[in-house]
């Protein structure tokens, strides 16, 4: 969901002063990158409103989405 993912985790992991996990980058992410974040919950925010009465997708929520990503990004390094 986010353009240049990987880009952005490395500049988020240089920034990071302590050792690297999961909440550490999600926290400078969020502090490095407020427009890609608010991208992302617009983009969250639009596609429950778009969601028909009745039918369910699953969608996560955009902390939940965000860690995922960061956690499978921190295993391949």
Do not use: C, D, H, Y
């Not at 353009?3 to 690297?20: D, H, R, V």
């Not at 939940?64 to 990503?69: D, P």
């Amino acid at each position: 969901m986010i353009i240049n993912q990987e880009e952005l985790f490395t500049k988020t992991l240089e920034a990071l002063e302590e050792k690297a996990n999961e909440q550490n980058m999600f926290n400078k992410f969020l502090e490095l990158n407020p427009k890609e974040w608010k991208k992302l919950k617009i983009t969250f925010s639009k596609f429950n409103r778009s969601k028909q009465f009745g039918k369910t997708i699953p969608l996560p929520k955009p902390e939940v989405a965000l860690r995922k990503e960061i956690r499978i990004w921190l295993t391949k390094q």
